[in-house]
């Protein structure tokens, strides 16, 4: 079975921190994918990455893909209460069929 | 216009009972899926269709099938319903293209009571 771990599961911090959340596997990607989901909404897509060490800047956002292209990271700076919601990396590989299999979510809270 | 958009956002139903969710794209797209997610957020595809190919995740009971009138509607349909079933369902549609991204309706909130 393929598995995309994310961690950390939950993350409470103030605005203003910095903070980086994984997604790791075992299995090459073909391409991986990060969403953002708020409450009573469904994920919607923040970056597409595909080539190995690929660095993605979406303002405060900065999304890299492992030279292996079997990790991911999303880093946030100077995080605001804006930011708070569920960060779910999703990822297509040869061992999937090709087809999206998903982590199980990073939960990110931005105190004010 | 709302690219995914499913119906209802709420339904609350009795165990037994046979329930529909609705789901249209207008974005053209080849592809449309359904998802479960469950009460610890975890998006599990429950099934993905195209024109040719419907892909069924082996996990799913056969209570719950798949319906596509046209290429752009793909509607769930689940008898039976138990407790368990209890959850947000997503309908997403894509492109084919692997590196696509998936764009999602705003889920619908099963309750089986």
């Known amino acids: 079975t393929q598995l995309l771990e994310q961690s950390p599961q939950f993350l409470s911090i103030q605005e203003g921190e910095n903070l980086t959340v994984y997604c790791n596997s075992s299995s090459v990607f073909s391409s991986l994918q990060w969403y953002r989901q708020e409450p009573g909404e469904g994920p919607v897509l923040l970056v597409t990455?595909?080539?190995g060490g690929e660095v993605k800047k979406l303002k405060r956002l900065t999304f890299q893909f492992g030279d292996a292209r079997k990790d991911s990271s999303l880093h946030i700076t100077a995080a605001q209460p804006g930011d708070t919601g569920l960060y779910l990396c999703a990822g297509a590989s040869r061992d999937s069929n090709y087809q999206l299999i998903w982590g199980a979510g990073t939960k990110l809270i931005i105190k004010p | 216009d709302t690219a995914v958009s499913q119906t209802p956002k709420y339904l609350v139903t009795q165990m037994g009972n046979d329930k529909s969710i609705k789901c249209e794209q207008n974005l053209g797209h080849d592809t449309m899926y359904w998802y479960k997610q469950d009460s610890k957020k975890f998006l599990k595809i429950m099934f993905s269709y195209n024109n040719k190919e419907l892909i069924i995740n082996e996990t799913v009971p056969n209570r719950f099938s798949p319906k596509s009138p046209d290429k752009a509607h793909l509607n769930l349909h689940i008898n039976s319903l138990e407790l368990g079933d209890s959850a947000v369902y997503f309908c997403?549609?894509?492109?084919?293209?692997?590196?696509?991204?998936?764009?999602f309706g705003n889920g619908t909130r099963l309750t089986v009571t």
């Open positions: 997403a549609s894509s492109r084919r293209d692997i590196t696509s991204p998936l764009h």
């Open positions: 990455v595909v080539t």
